[in-house]
């Protein structure tokens, strides 16, 4: 609403360049304005990233100990951050990188 109001007093002042050249850059500046509250005013579409994972032979769930204090984890609290997976600790705060280990 606020652009509309803004490209039409920017028309009114360009049109009354005649007045005045100082009208004119008056106009171009509301003008400028109206764009720039048109630009921000525009939604933001979050980006929906999905990865698929092939998996080649039967999953095997192990259990999970925490590398710093022993505890035992629970990998469906695992979140993913950089691409990488990551679990936290409940009992000490430790966050590490889950790894696979090599199928060979």
């Given at each position: 609403m606020a652009s509309a109001v803004l490209i039409f007093f920017g028309l009114v002042?360009?049109?009354?360049?005649?007045?005045?050249?100082?009208?004119?850059?008056?106009?171009?500046?509301?003008?400028?304005v109206?764009?720039?509250?048109l630009f921000?005013?525009?939604?933001?579409?979050?980006?929906?990233i999905k990865q698929?994972?092939?998996?080649?032979?039967?999953?095997?769930a192990?259990?999970?100990?925490?590398?710093?204090c022993g505890a035992m984890l629970d990998p469906t609290k695992a979140e993913v951050l950089g691409g990488k997976l990551f679990v936290t600790c409940d009992h000490c705060g430790n966050k590490f990188e889950l790894t696979e280990e090599p199928t060979w």
């Open positions: 002042f360009v049109i009354s360049v005649n007045l005045g050249f100082s009208y004119f850059l008056v106009g171009m500046v509301l003008f400028a109206a764009v720039f509250l921000l005013g525009q939604e933001k579409k979050p980006i929906e698929t994972v092939t998996v080649t032979r039967p999953l095997e192990k259990g999970i100990r925490c590398p710093n």
